[in-house]
């Protein structure tokens, strides 16, 4: 009984931090969606990419401190940062231009991608049945990337590359967790996309006012503790009983953009989501039920959880 109470303890703990990075997640999404009504992405992917940095950089002390930030494998890190300029470029395009639950479903075909390319880049052995889970989940995104009168496909497939960005970085971190400190994996990824924006900010500035300020700084603090959340939920609880909880984030965003843009997911975005999420939760299950791998979750929030989980296991 005593053991069952801890286990208890240690999920509801991990629950606890896996929803506040959901939803620090969502918050930063919804964030994005207001700013960008207002501001151009170039400024927006800017000011949010500074601003949490900074807070990575005030917070690393906790983490090995700068010394932590020291790497040889710079080509890697060059690689993620350019998959990241991607990602998020491509992410809060299609938040911009597309309702916000179409977009973050969409993005949650990432896991599966990870799967798809696992044989290839990671010479991992994928079964027939996740193979059947991948083509699942191709099929739910093509049913909402569906082209045809209405429908934003140039926001659909920039939020899709996006997702293809997402799964590389999750790749790439797999690869680099052993040598690589979280902090590093994490800033440098955020400075490639700053960098890239500097050189086009010039003639895409717009000065914001006080309120706006907060609600910039608002979207720096999400992104961190999306990343906190995240890294203190998986290495606390096995991955495999967290990850149907990580699609609640789905419900929040249509939620979200029923109340506050007025948008209401038609019955193929349902559908598609669906496919999607049952896609993702069997290949988590099959997957981390063998290997314990964390591949299945978005890249660019928990790049850090492997290495995370090793040094505590070694501490």
């Not at 906190?228 to 991955?239: D, H, L, Q, T, W």
Request: hydrophobic share 50%; charged share 15%; glycine share 8%.
């Amino acid at each position: 009984m005593a053991k069952k109470n801890v286990s208890s303890d240690k999920f509801g703990l991990a629950l606890s931090y896996l929803l506040l990075g959901e939803f620090s997640g969502l918050a930063l999404d919804i964030s994005a969606k207001y700013i960008l009504q207002e501001y151009s992405l170039i400024q927006f992917i800017f000011v949010r990419s500074l601003l949490a940095t900074i807070i990575f950089l005030i917070i690393c002390p906790w983490y090995g401190g700068l010394q932590s930030m020291k790497t040889k494998k710079w080509k890697w890190h060059l690689l993620r940062a350019f998959l990241s300029i991607i990602a998020m470029f491509g992410f809060f395009y299609g938040i911009s231009r597309m309702p916000l639950v179409n977009a973050v479903t969409i993005v949650y075909i990432a896991p599966i991608i990870v799967t798809a390319l696992s044989t290839t880049l990671l010479n991992e052995k994928v079964g027939w049945p996740r193979w059947i889970a991948v083509i699942a989940g191709f099929s739910g995104a093509l049913i909402i990337l569906r082209p045809g009168e209405g429908s934003n496909i140039e926001a659909s497939l920039a939020v899709f590359a996006s997702a293809i960005g997402f799964a590389l970085l999750a790749i790439t971190a797999r690869k680099m967790a052993k040598t690589e400190s979280i902090i590093a994996m994490s800033v440098y990824v955020l400075i490639g996309p700053m960098i890239a924006s500097m050189f086009f900010l010039p003639n895409n500035y717009i000065a914001p006012d006080g309120s706006d300020w907060l609600i910039f700084l608002f979207a720096g603090v999400a992104s961190v503790f999306t990343w906190i959340g995240y890294i203190n939920a998986y290495k606390r609880y096995s991955p495999v009983s967290l990850a149907p909880f990580e699609y609640l984030a789905l419900i929040g965003a249509a939620i979200a953009g029923y109340y506050l843009w007025n948008e209401v997911p038609d019955k193929f975005v349902l559908i598609g989501a669906s496919i999607i999420i049952g896609s993702g939760i069997f290949i988590a299950r099959r997957e981390i039920g063998k290997s314990q791998s964390t591949s299945y979750i978005r890249g660019f929030r928990s790049s850090g959880v492997n290495n995370m989980i090793r040094r505590l296991k070694k501490k």
